[in-house]
């Protein structure tokens, strides 16, 4: 059984939410205590640099005290991204997906669909076949 943990879990004690107040390689934030230069967990392949003001969960590793883990969540908000057309936002839930499909969005509202068909959705308009022919998405059809 890996360090810290339990037959029921992570110990109760290692895990807080908090709030970024700097982000850059490392992070900082404020939670039940102030938490200075952690690293941020991300799954493989998959990078990006949190906003300052995002909620986040803390891990404290119950091997290591001193060391406290940032990985970047948003808890109870509604994330919207721009819509590239209209300028408006838009909640990223209008997007369906199913189970074992990826959604990789930005901020700025650019999205990254992958689908388990193998096509590649490009900000919600442009599609990618497996065969390398695209498609231009309109209208109703647009996700």
Do not use: H, W
Not at 71 to 87: R, T
Not at 103 to 113: D, F, M
């Amino acid at each position: 059984m890996a360090r810290g943990m339990t037959k029921k879990g992570l110990n109760s004690n290692s895990i807080n939410i908090g709030t970024i107040t700097t982000s850059s390689n490392k992070v900082s934030a404020e939670g039940s205590g102030e938490y200075r230069g952690m690293l941020k967990t991300a799954t493989f392949g998959i990078m990006s640099k949190p906003k300052v003001g995002q909620n986040l969960i803390i891990t404290k590793p119950y091997s290591d005290p001193n060391m406290a883990l940032a990985s970047d969540v948003v808890l109870d908000e509604e994330i919207k991204v721009k819509d590239k057309v209209s300028g408006a936002l838009k909640p990223v839930s209008d997007v369906t997906l199913e189970e074992g499909e990826t959604l990789l969005y930005s901020e700025g509202g650019a999205t990254i669909k992958l689908c388990n068909d193998g096509r590649i959705i490009l900000n919600r308009k442009l599609v990618i076949k497996p065969d390398g022919t695209t498609e231009i998405l309109s209208g109703d059809d647009a996700l």
